[in-house]
């Protein structure tokens, strides 16, 4: 997949930016959309047309966190393709487990690592679960 | 005793002891029942032997008194002396047996003035006292003797009288002696056949002539009746011509007692060469002393169950009831019940132990409810805790998310060309901001550990060789071209694992990344195998080695060696956390090494492992 379509929810302003200048100039995706909040994103969660590869949630965000989203995202069965990866700094054992019990597609680590990432996010593409963080 | 009663219910326990009680004491009654019993059978026992001897004494002076009689009666005829004096045998013979036919004599002898036999009725195989006493009366003497005489082969004894047979002008014409058996029937008479008395005639150590009905039971002739032997002390006393009355009492067949008296045949002092033996059986005092102890016996039978009767209600009342209720009670409280108490119905020791196990079972109540209320709140704590520690960690990584990649992103010239000073600046920043994450992962690890909040993500399934390959990937980014060789040397054949698999690659990748770190050249061995019941991975690295008294130090908390804080930008948790990770899958991790000659690290890990699954 050579240019895969990717949504990334988060309210940090910093950590969109880390996010969307990977993907775009480091590893040169164009079909990138960052969303401010997850009320935003709620609200286009049925508008929007197309079908993202991927959409990576943070899960610490006000109102709406990333298990709701989660499962506002599974509810709407045009997304049933779309794998839905946690992307968060809380990486103990028990929130991991807690990620995978709600049905994410795997867990990415902040802060990303720039040499591994690549890797992790081809694996997802691949319709592989990953759950080794750090 | 206490140990033969410690199974046995307090109930039987207590009647056990009463029992014993009673039945001592009815020995003790018993006993002295007995000996009081025996004391009255000597007392009325030595009355009535006293009694019978002087019956037996009068009766055989009045026998003796009355051969007298008898004799003076036949001399003072006068036809009989005329027919003596006339040596007549045809008269004095028809004279004697008329006279006889009323006296009823056992024998009589009459001889003439020259000691010649007119008259004997009784002819005996040896007549030489008979004929010593005809002699004495001849002489003018009258006079009574024992006659000890055979006939037939048996020894005969008798009472004897003689007297001088004298005409009215006073010449001696001649001598009669007359004399009674002490036969059988002759004792009988003596005893009026009354029962329970006894009489046995004496003469050499035999029993010669006896009244004892049963006489084919004897089976020695020392014996009389009921197996009672005379004795000889006794019987010497009253040869010598004194009445003997043994004062004790003497057992007979079948434990019936018997008082015993021995009494000499004449009237006249001196020697008695036979005794009549006499016996007089205590059978109805025998019997009213058996009666009279079974009576006491089964009244005390009685009275004892009556006794245990009441003593094991009231023990059971009073004790045994409000003790079983304690025990339920108390099991109740086992099986975490505090709620029921016991009742206090009383003010003894029973009571008062239902009080005082109320006090106890109110204390453990209130004690639960704080130490309910105490575990709450630290489970409260503890959770406030594991909140913080996630807080702290993401509020940390976060702001680190942007130090570290927007460096990176400078660094490899996203936004524009960078020279080579400020390459090389911005790798330090971005190394300090790894390290500074690699710490806070760690702190945050070990004060998990410390707190014991840890907590593994178990599964089952695991291959350890797979986790190996997966550190070793991401250590290799750590040797900066330096010229090493990773040597895998994996047995294929290990069975899996259960164990937290995110746990397990970091100490993998713990111990691989130290050796990367430490190691300038040379290679890198990794061995996993199977040895008994657990798996090891070594990895062998040809490093500067460890001094042998670092060996516990490098695993304790912040304690790197010198080379280990010059070298690395290690925090100098890595070691200790992968040791406590390792042992909270029940292995252990240790180190072989020697300075200079590289180190071997050791991770074993059960192949049957303990840890529950994380459901």
Known sequence: ?134 | MNRLFSNVSLGVKLNFLVLLVLVILLVGIVLLLKQNTQNLTEVIGGQRITEEVNIIRSRLAEIEDGLVVNINFLVSSVSFFQAVGRRDQVETKEIITRANASLKLDDITVVDGDDKRLVDTQVDEDQSEENALLRRALAGDESTALLIEKNAGQIEISIAVAAPIVSSNGNVLGAIQIGRHISDRFLEDLTFGRENINLGLIYQDKIQAQTFPDRQSIISSHILSNGIAFDDASVKLAESGQSVILTHLIEGDGGVPHTMAYTPILSAAGSSPAVIMILVELKDIFSFQNVTLLNTIIIFAALTLFALAIIYINIYQTMIQPLNKLKTIAHTMTSGQYDERAPVDTKDEVGQLAKAFNEMANAIQQREISLQAAREQAERADKVKSMFLASVSHELRTPLNAIINLTKFVMIGIYGTVNAEQVDTLNKVERSSKHLLNLINDVLDISKIESGSLELFVEDGLKINDIIRLAVETGKGLLMNKPIDIVLELDPDLPLLRGDEQRMRQIMLNLISNACKFTEEGQIVIKSYRQNQEILVSICDSGPGIDPKYHETIFEVFRQTKVGLRKSEGTGLGLPISRRLTEAHHGRLWVNSTSGEGATFYVSIPVNSRLELTV
């Open chain 1, 1 to 134: 997949m050579s240019n895969p379509i990717i949504w990334y929810v988060e309210d940090d302003e910093l950590s969109r930016e880390v996010m969307q200048t990977l993907l775009t100039r480091g590893l040169g995706y164009t079909s990138v959309t960052v969303f401010e909040s997850s009320s935003a994103f709620e609200l286009k969660l049925d508008a929007l047309s197309i079908i993202p590869d991927v959409i990576f949630l943070d899960i610490h965000m006000e109102p709406i966190d990333g298990f709701t989203m989660l499962n506002l995202i599974r509810q709407r069965s045009k997304y049933d393709l779309t794998r839905v990866v946690a992307l968060t700094a809380s990486v103990m054992n028990e929130e991991v487990k807690k990620l995978k019990d709600a049905g994410f597609n795997g867990v990415i680590a902040k802060p990303l690592n720039y040499e591994t990432f690549p890797n992790a996010l081809r694996h997802i593409l691949d319709k592989e679960d990953i759950w080794y963080v750090k």
